[in-house]
Every structure is written in structure tokens, then in C-alpha cells.
């Protein structure tokens, strides 16, 4: 297994979401671009609370509920993956049209830490699972809880 170093996910999500949201007749600017702008710097997922403080230092102030309401349909346009973490927190983090980009999450119940890491024998595994499954599996999200080094008892 190994954990992902923080590296900023580039642009090219932001190029596709960009164009996804142009076909899908979204206006460009605004909050949306913002917010756009802003995941496809993040490597990993961040809840809607820590985007939206993250755009209150911005040049423009972005409210709570547009900032859901841009998550939804980001999702709803399959750009981004929302992740359960527990406690009713979601997380959300740029869906790379590139499979190559993915990766599952560690949470910690202890801090609430979410670490990203990619396992490719687990990949595979998935995989032979999916093609013995009479059921067409598409995207998948796994989350394994327990605890980070500094919260471990
Ligand atoms: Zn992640
Ligand atoms: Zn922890």
C-alpha cells in the first residue's frame, strides 16, 4: 500500500470540468469557476465547510449554500466524488476522467483525518471481483476507518 504525497492535480481536471459544465449549458464565472479553481488544486478530498472557508480569502465571497448547491451538480455531472467520512461530513474531491488518478481513503476515527492511498493488488482484486458480477461496475469508493499513528490507543 502506499499513501499519496499532497501534489497538486494540475489543471486538466479543471479544463474538463470546465468543459463539461459548458456542454451540460452552465454559464461560465462566478462562484462555479471559483470552485472549480479551487478543487482542481487539492489532492485529496476536502468537506464543503473547509471550501468554503477556503473562499472567503479569495477575492470573492461565496455562501454556504451555493457552494452545495455547485458540489451537487458537480457530482450530479460525475466531476466530483463525494466521500462519506461519518458524523454526516461529506467530502469532495475532483473526479479525474483519467483512472489512473485513483485512489481510496484511510479515515481516522479518531481526528477525523482523511488519507488518501492506492493499492494495486486491491485494484485487481476489484477488478476480477467486478467481472464475475452480473452487474456492470463502474466507479468505486473505499473507505477503511480506524485510527491514525497519533490517535492510535
Ligand atoms: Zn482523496
Ligand atoms: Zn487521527
Known amino acids: 500500500m502506499t499513501t499519496m504525497s499532497h501534489q497538486a492535480t494540475s489543471h486538466d481536471w479543471a479544463a474538463h470540468a470546465t468543459a463539461t459544465l459548458a456542454e451540460a449549458g452552465?454559464?461560465?464565472g462566478g462562484a462555479r469557476s471559483a470552485i472549480v479553481e479551487l478543487l482542481a488544486k487539492q489532492s485529496c478530498a476536502r468537506s464543503a465547510l473547509e471550501i468554503?472557508?477556503?473562499l472567503r480569502t479569495g477575492s470573492r465571497r461565496v455562501g454556504r449554500a451555493t457552494v452545495y448547491r455547485?458540489?451537487?451538480e458537480l457530482e450530479r455531472?460525475?466531476?466530483v466524488s463525494r466521500i462519506e467520512v461519518g458524523q454526516q461530513t461529506a467530502r469532495y474531491e475532483p473526479l479525474h476522467p483519467d483512472r489512473t488518478r485513483h485512489h481510496d481513503h484511510l479515515v481516522c476515527d479518531g481526528c477525523g483525518d482523511l488519507i488518501p492511498?492506492?493499492?494495486d493488488d486491491l485494484?485487481?482484486?476489484l477488478q476480477r471481483v467486478s467481472?464475475?458480477?452480473p452487474f456492470m461496475?463502474?466507479?468505486h469508493e473505499l473507505v477503511l476507518h480506524g485510527h491514525c499513528a497519533g490517535c492510535r490507543p
Open 52 to 54: 468554503e472557508d477556503a
Open 77 to 79: 455531472l460525475e466531476l
Open 123 to 125: 485494484e485487481r482484486a
Open 117 to 119: 492511498f492506492r493499492d
Open 70 to 72: 455547485v458540489l451537487e
Open 137 to 139: 461496475v463502474g466507479e
Open 26 to 28: 452552465y454559464r461560465r
Open 131 to 133: 467481472a464475475r458480477l
